[in-house]
T-cell receptor, first 110, second 113 residues
Framework: KQEVTQIPAALSVPEGENLVLNCSFT??????LQWFRQDPGKGLTSLLL?????REQTSGRLNASLDKSSGRSTLYIAASQPGDSATYLC?????????FGAGTILRVKS | GAGVSQSPSNKVTEKGKDVELRCDPI?????LYWYRQSLGQGLEFLIY????????KSGLPSDRFSAERTGGSVSTLTIQRTQQEDSAVYLC???????????FGEGSRLTVL
């Protein structure tokens, strides 16, 4: 069974800190991996898409790395801001579907 | 449109009634997906469309659930004889291709009383 684990489950940090969110997946036969954020009561917003042949992807203060062989991805958030507060979801793609982790709830305090 | 549009945003229904949820994907996106998000289960895949065909229906939880897509665009998810366990947020997503970046709508929150 394809399972995705995200650690930590929740994180509370002061503004300005650099953060690391971890994702691990049991089946390494992925097509790609996508990171999303979800604000309360909202849909999912795509942050980064990493193809299986890539090692990392960057967008602004966000950097995601992928180690397919070990079944891990990491999302780095630099210089965190209160607006970064949300739930962050990792989702590797298998065939026709994404399999989601339970997410990391991030709170950035001002 | 600019993004994935879903309607209704909220639906309250009585147990046993049928409901229809609509998804209007981003123009030009050939791949369309339905997911369900509930408190106990997280985000679950329901069905995948490529054009008007549904090559993967493996996530539909029972035969009370069905979906169609017409004109390679709008999709409707139908739940017949709703049960309380069907209460969840139903999310639709689209992408340019099967392995492309997914863009999600805001979801339809279904409450079955």
């Amino acid at each position: 069974k394809q399972e995705v684990t995200q650690i930590p489950a929740a994180l509370s940090v002061p503004e300005g800190e650099n953060l690391v969110l971890n994702c691990s997946f049991t089946d390494s036969a992925i097509y790609n991996l996508q990171w999303f954020r979800q604000d309360p009561g909202k849909g999912l917003t795509s942050l980064l898409l990493i193809q299986s042949s890539q090692r990392e992807q960057t967008s602004g203060r966000l950097n995601a790395s992928l180690d397919k062989s070990s079944g891990r991805s990491t999302l780095y958030i630099a210089a965190s801001q209160p607006g970064d507060s949300a739930t962050y979801l990792c989702a590797p793609e298998y065939g026709n579907k994404l399999v989601f982790g339970a997410g990391t709830i991030l709170r950035v305090k001002s | 449109g600019a993004g994935v549009s879903q309607s209704p945003s909220n639906k309250v229904t009585e147990k046993g009634k049928d409901v229809e949820l609509r998804c209007d994907p981003i123009s030009g996106h050939t791949a369309l997906y339905w997911y369900r998000q509930s408190l106990g289960q997280g985000l679950e895949f329901l069905i995948y469309f490529q054009g008007n065909s549904a090559p993967d229906k493996s996530g539909l939880p029972s035969d009370r659930f069905s979906a169609e897509r017409t004109g390679g665009s709008v999709s409707t998810l139908t739940i017949q004889r709703t049960q309380q366990e069907d209460s969840a947020v139903y999310l639709c997503a689209s992408s340019l291709s099967r392995t492309g970046e997914l863009f999600f709508g805001e979801g339809s929150r279904l409450t079955v009383l």
